[in-house]
């Protein structure tokens, strides 16, 4: 018999919910909040409120797009945890109060797990997924991780940042030269038509396969304003350039110790999962990489890169498989890694 897994995501600023048959796809909604932009990040009592009034018809779609009943539903799936208080409340009490009418059980979820085990959310034309063990490169607004992934239950952080996260690296680069938010795909876009030679800055030096881009930020904050005493139109007139130069620093910072951890550990099984993964440079510079390592890469599809409940509910669905169901009483959590 078929499993059908409710999805819902409420840990940030989308609210999402998703419905898998099995691991196969049958819909994945997602609610952007366009609100945060005019406060250029995300303001969190707005972000609980905005869940409140997405939630239910966000779900109501999911379930018509996957064109599914909900008494066919075996469990919903919710993110637990990390992220925002108010928000992850929104998602867990609508989990709880749904899953209780229709009598199914509740399964939690770690974010961070799941943004890794979307890779085997089954789609259309799928690509397959990695197999055991393999690495994976987390990279998201709030984390930045290197994984080894024995199971989709056995995960080890290898490296993770000490300080900001590769995310908001860019978000913190875009706000310097006064791009909207989230600066990320604005960097991206920009850095298409710039030279990634144009301007150097210093890369981090942190030992074994840790990470840290809070130094990249200020060299990057310094360089600029004595550029401006000079010139009051340098962003402007380099705006290319220097997406194209910050970008390119961040990616080779994320590979250079990607290619260490793969070299350590002997795993040539490679992937990327989180938000920045959707950066174009990333993805180049990992395939091309690959090549040169002679590593399997897996780059997930553009839908499952930034936060989405489709990889909430296939993390769901392993956890189903192993009877892995939470009580009622179950409370949200805003910080820590993996649980
Ligand atoms: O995974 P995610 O949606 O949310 C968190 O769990 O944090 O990641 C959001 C982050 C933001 O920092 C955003 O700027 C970044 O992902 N991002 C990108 C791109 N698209 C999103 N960064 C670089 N290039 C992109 N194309
Ligand atoms: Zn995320």
């Not at 990279?139 to 056995?154: A, L, Y």
């Not at 800055?201 to 881009?213: A, D, R, T, V």
């Not at 962003?235 to 350039?241: F, H, P, T, V």
Request: glycine share 8%; aromatic share 8%; hydrophobic share 40%.
């Amino acid at each position: 018999m078929s499993i059908y897994i409710l999805g819902i995501e409420s840990s940030c600023d989308d609210t999402s919910a998703a419905v898998l048959k099995d691991r196969r796809i049958l819909s994945n909604v997602i609610a952007n909040q366009d609100i945060h932009k005019s406060y250029g990040g995300v303001v969190p009592e707005l972000a609980s409120r905005a869940h409140q009034q997405n939630i239910i018809p966000v779900v109501e779609v999911a379930l018509q797009k996957a064109k599914i009943q909900k008494n066919q539903l075996s469990a919903v799936a919710f993110t637990r945890g990390p992220g925002l208080l108010g928000s992850l409340l929104v998602g867990t009490s609508f989990a709880k109060a749904f899953a209780l009418g229709l009598d199914i059980p509740i399964i939690e979820v770690n974010h961070l797990k799941a943004h890794i085990l979307a890779h085997f959310v089954e789609t259309e034309n799928d690509k397959g997924h990695p197999a055991f063990p393999f690495l994976c490169l987390t990279v998201s607004g709030g984390h930045t991780q290197i994984v080894r992934v024995d199971s989709p239950s056995e995960m080890e952080i290898l490296g993770k940042t000490i300080d900001d996260a590769a995310g908001e690296a860019f978000d913190k680069a875009a706000k310097i030269m006064g791009l909207p938010y989230p600066g990320g795909p604005e960097i991206d876009r920009l850095a298409q038509v710039g030279n990634p030679k144009a301007f150097s800055f210093p890369e981090p030096k942190i030992q074994g396969l840790n990470y840290s881009f809070s130094g990249l930020k200020t060299s990057f904050l310094y360089f600029l304003r004595d550029r401006l005493k000079e010139d009051e139109d340098f962003i402007e007139k380099n705006k290319a350039d220097l997406s194209a130069s910050i970008q390119d620093t961040i990616i080779r910072v994320l590979l250079s110790k990607l290619r260490r951890a793969a070299r350590e550990t002997g795993i040539g099984e490679v992937a990327i999962a989180g938000g920045v993964s959707a950066n174009s440079g990333l993805r180049q510079q990992l395939t091309a990489m690959a090549q040169k390592e002679g590593w399997r890469v897996f780059i997930p599809d553009f839908q499952f890169t930034t936060d989405n409940a489709a990889m909430i509910a296939i993390a769901g669905y392993f956890k189903y498989l192993d009877k892995d169901f939470a009580s009622q009483d179950i409370a949200p959590y805003a910080k820590g890694g993996f649980r």
